[in-house]
């Protein structure tokens, strides 16, 4: 695995250098990219002899040496990481990732990386508790940047109070644990459904719903950075993953044949679309005019997800969704025992903000066993919490398979 370490220009800095043996001594391959604040601090020689390589500074005079001669050194180098961290963070450099500044070679590989990305933010404590400070911070952890947070104590300045680098024992575990996330879904073929499916009134008009289909491409993005195969069926017209397969669909007949179609090399299923329960019984085939009174006909579509769970290969599971407004845990519930599924995420829709079309949601996860909160957050971090539960689904589902074939 590799990491690029990235040293910002705080007195901590000097730390940066115990946390690069760290992380060598647990075999990840480290590279440091300084800021020139960071320079003031500790001399780029120290990190060079610490890890053989050149350290990384300036964007205009690349260091290393690639293959291809003209190579652009920021891309290169941000696509191929396995995570950035950042150890000291300033609240400088915070700053810039949470507004997407990119005027050094550090925030820019932030911008251009899609690997996962670590800050373990030092400064002064009213530096830390700044309103602005706090913004942007939580501006990244919503698009899922992982804080190692700081501790309290005497600080360099002379004051006493929040926003010390955390030990880098820490930093170093929390990187540790990340990268070990960063492969978790190796293995697994994800089939996340998503959006809202369009059905046909008349060649002008659809019934359709407020979902937007970012919670669903949350969860395909987050399922393809931690190493599943991941086929994406949506109603959205948002971006695919890129490198895996993304299925554009209108209706929920469309979508039902696009899963039934791919669901033999699924071994997780996720419906989180929201499709369409009625369809016109017949489309009209003209558009409809303006009259006193129209009464329209629908039918039911058929239950993709009911339908997932009895034709699934042994092994696969299936998450559904729940949008509810009203008695959450009590109607997920029964939606759960009534599909089969071995999980259901329901989200509270009748809260302004959250859910349907926004960037938040909010929610609980129910098994048959279990009801655990998902406290507010972004789609993204929401995405991750959702897998991690998967994750902890397939190791459940693998104890009790091992345990019935020990059974004599
Ligand atoms: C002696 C000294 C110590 C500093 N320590 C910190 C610090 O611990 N945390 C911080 O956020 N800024 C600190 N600063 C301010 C940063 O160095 C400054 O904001 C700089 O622009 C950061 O640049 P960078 O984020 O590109 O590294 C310190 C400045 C000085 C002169």
């Not at 050194?73 to 507004?99: F, G, M, R, Y």
């Not at 697994?188 to 008349?202: P, S």
């Not at 993005?221 to 397969?245: D, I, N």
């Amino acid at each position: 695995m590799k990491v690029l370490l990235g040293v910002t220009g705080g007195i901590a800095a000097y730390k940066a250098a115990e946390l690069t043996r760290l992380l060598q001594a647990a075999e990840v391959e480290v590279q440091v990219a300084m800021t020139a604040a960071a320079e003031e601090f500790v001399r780029p020689l120290t990190f060079a002899a610490l890890t053989g390589k050149q350290v990384l500074g300036s964007l205009w005079q690349p260091q290393v040496q690639g293959e291809a001669e003209f190579a652009i050194e920021h891309i290169a180098v941000a696509q191929a990481i396995d995570a950035l961290v950042i150890a000291p963070a300033t609240a400088n450099s915070l700053a810039k990732l949470a507004h997407g500044l990119a005027d050094d070679l550090l925030s820019t590989v932030y911008l251009a990386t899609e690997a996962p990305v670590l800050v373990a933010p030092a400064m002064n404590v009213n530096m830390w508790n700044h309103p602005a400070t706090q913004a942007n911070l939580r501006v990244l952890a919503d698009r899922g940047v992982e804080i190692v947070p700081p501790g309290a104590g005497y600080l360099a300045c002379g004051m006493t109070g929040s926003g010390r680098l955390a030990e880098v024992e820490a930093i170093a575990a929390a990187v540790l644990a990340r990268l070990a996330r960063r492969q978790d879904l190796a293995g697994e073929h994800v089939l996340v459904t998503a959006g809202g499916t369009r059905e046909a009134i008349d060649p002008v008009r659809f019934l359709g719903n407020r979902s937007s289909g970012k919670m669903g491409h949350a969860l395909a993005a987050a399922a393809s950075e931690r190493g599943a195969r991941v086929t994406l069926v949506t109603a959205s017209g948002l971006a695919g993953p890129p490198r895996q397969e993304t299925v554009r669909v209108n209706t929920a007949a469309e979508m039902r044949a696009a899963v039934f179609e791919r669901l033999d090399r699924a071994t997780v299923v996720i419906g989180a679309a929201a499709v369409a329960d009625f369809r016109m019984r017949e489309v009209a085939p003209e558009k409809l005019r303006r009259s006193g009174r129209m009464t329209l006909e629908f039918e039911a579509t058929e239950d993709i997800l009911a339908e997932a769970v009895e034709r699934r290969r042994p092994g696969t599971l299936v998450i559904a969704f729940a949008a509810e407004t009203a008695d959450l845990a009590a109607n997920a519930r029964a939606k759960l025992l009534r599909k089969g599924a071995d999980a259901i995420v329901v989200n509270d829709v009748s809260v302004a903000g959250l859910g349907f079309d926004s960037e938040r949601n909010a929610g609980l996860w129910l098994t048959r066993e279990t009801t655990e909160a998902f406290e507010e957050s972004s789609k993204q971090v929401m995405a991750e919490r959702i897998l991690d539960r998967v994750k902890r689904l397939r190791t459940a589902t693998f104890v009790s398979a091992e345990t019935e074939l020990a059974q004599p």
